[in-house]
């Protein structure tokens, strides 16, 4: 099955700093996501990726895709409390299984 | 909204115990998935199904079974407890085909006692 490696594993920042999550395929992403998760709680959508060298961006978080298709960075601007959680990416090693990565802890202090 | 719910948001049984855990879509999606999530170990496949009564084994399947026999829903079995299988089960749906993003429920904390 597809493996993604997520560093770093935990992460604290002050807020108003700006920060970077990678995560790392050992094989081709067809399709690489990011999930950002509260603690206890379901997972919620924030971008997804196909093509090689593709960014997206929403408000102060920007996805990007290597040309390679095997690594992947999620970088916060100006980190705010609100950014705090759990990251996760996620990809599809084959048409139909969805795998993750073991996550990034934020915590962003006032 | 897509929209998929647990049957509960937590849970306690017994070692020994038969555990259900449901989970429903209302979006007519194809793919339904079971993952379990522990500390330092992220979010691991459990099972998914990609149709009515078709499931497929992901990464750790052992001590859990499942049922598809509606489109809609998607259960997962524990058929019998045991304390290391307490943790945070989350589902989600994808339609079929291509590369989409998977919506998930709220999760389940089961604890086994």
């Known amino acids: 099955s597809q493996e993604l490696e997520q560093s770093p594993q935990s992460l604290i920042v002050q807020e108003g700093k700006n920060l970077t999550i990678n995560c790392t395929s050992s094989?081709?992403?067809?399709?690489l996501y990011w999930y950002k998760q509260k603690y206890g709680e379901g997972l919620i959508f924030l971008m997804m990726?196909?093509?090689?060298?593709e960014e997206k961006s929403h408000e102060k978080i920007t996805a990007k895709l290597d040309e390679k298709k095997q690594q992947s960075s999620l970088h916060i601007t100006a980190s705010q409390p609100s950014h705090a959680g759990i990251y996760l990416c996620g990809a599809n090693g084959s048409a139909r299984q969805l795998t993750f990565g073991s996550g990034t802890q934020l915590t962003v202090l006032p | 909204d897509v929209k998929v719910t647990q049957s509960s948001r937590y849970l306690v049984k017994r070692t020994g115990e038969k555990v259900f855990l449901e989970c429903v879509q209302d979006?007519?999606?194809?793919?339904m998935f079971w993952y379990r999530q522990d500390p330092g170990l992220g979010l691991r496949l459990i099972y998914f199904s990609y149709d009515v009564k078709m499931k497929e084994k992901g990464d750790i399947p052992e001590g859990y079974s499942v049922s598809r026999e509606k489109k809609e829903r998607f259960s997962l079995i524990l058929e019998s407890a045991s304390t290391n299988q307490t943790s945070m089960y989350l589902c989600?749906?994808?339609?079929?085909?291509?590369?989409?993003?998977?919506?998930f429920g709220q999760g389940t904390r089961l604890t086994v006692v």
């Open positions: 094989k081709t992403l067809y399709g």
């Open positions: 989600a749906s994808s339609p079929r085909g291509g590369v989409t993003e998977a919506f």
């Open positions: 990726l196909q093509k090689g060298g």
């Open positions: 979006m007519d999606h194809e793919n």
